[in-house]
């Protein structure tokens, strides 16, 4: 177990009680990625959490897989499609890293709130490009903290130290859409509802 895990294990029942910082943008964005959706898809959710936004998609896709490293926010995401008696979302205990997955097998995958908690972005960009069908959409909302005031970068890696915060990578919104572009997608959406809040961006990798 990596000390991230641990870090995301520890704190899943009070991540899943925790209310949604932003109703608004997060409805904005639930209806922005629901306009992609299709009763066909095949959707892989990376870095799940409890599920919630799994959950609230599967109606409109065939089938997600979703992932996440911690077994606690994976059990909790399980007790909560079962509960709700969705049975088109398998959630599974998965690293990013090393997730088995055909090349071009997905229609869509979902990555929020997770870019900027892995140490190697790039390489998680061009696996989800490698697994998306011709035309597929990767939908992100990711924190940029190279965007941030000069004192919050500082916070990030003292928070580190003293294991307040998981890994988290310093990088630009316009550095964000650079890894996008340079592995092939081109940007459909990009929205962020303000300075300080995650940079939201539907791309499609060219049909
Ligand atoms: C900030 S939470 C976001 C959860 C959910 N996507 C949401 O928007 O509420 C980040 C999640 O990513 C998971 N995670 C972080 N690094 C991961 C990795 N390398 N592989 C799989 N899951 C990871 C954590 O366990 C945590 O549940």
Same mark, same amino acid.
């Given at each position: 177990? +990596? *000390?991230? +895990?641990?870090? $995301?294990?520890?704190?899943? =029942? ?27 898809? =095949?959707?892989?959710?990376? !870095? @799940?959490? %409890?599920?919630? %936004? ?16 911690? =077994? /606690?926010?994976?059990?909790?995401? *399980? ?8 049975? /088109?979302?398998?959630?599974? *205990? ?27 972005? =790039?390489?998680?960009?061009?696996? &989800? ?6 035309? !597929?959409?990767?939908? +992100?909302?990711?924190? @940029?903290? !190279? ?8 916070? &990030? ?6 294991? #307040? ?6 990088? +630009? ?8 572009? /340079? %592995?092939? #997608?081109?940007?459909?959406?990009? $929205? ?16």
């Amino acid at each position: 177990m +990596t *000390q991230s +895990t641990k870090f $995301w294990d520890k704190i899943a =029942e009070k991540y899943a009680k925790q209310p949604i910082a932003d109703e608004a943008a997060y409805q904005k964005k639930l209806a922005v990625t629901r306009d992609y959706l299709r009763p066909d898809m =095949e959707v892989l959710e990376i !870095g @799940c959490g %409890t599920g919630a %936004t799994a959950l609230l998609h599967a109606p409109y896709v065939k089938h997600i897989r979703a992932i996440d490293f911690s =077994e /606690n926010m994976i059990a909790i995401a *399980q007790g909560k499609a079962e509960a709700e008696h969705i049975d /088109n979302v398998t959630f599974e *205990q998965a690293t990013i890293e090393d997730l088995d997955m055909p090349d071009q097998s997905r229609d869509a995958v979902l990555a929020l709130s997770i870019l900027h908690l892995l140490r190697d972005k =790039e390489a998680a960009i061009a696996r &989800v490009y490698q697994m998306l069908k011709p035309g !597929g959409i990767f939908v +992100t909302s990711t924190a @940029c903290i !190279g965007d941030a005031m000069g004192w919050f970068k500082l916070i &990030v890696p003292i928070g580190r130290f003293l294991g #307040f915060f998981p890994f988290v990578a310093v990088f +630009t919104s316009q550095a964000l859409a650079d890894s996008l572009t /340079n %592995t092939g #997608f081109e940007l459909d959406y990009q $929205w962020q509802p303000s300075q300080d809040k995650a940079v939201f961006i539907v791309a499609k990798k060219p049909g």
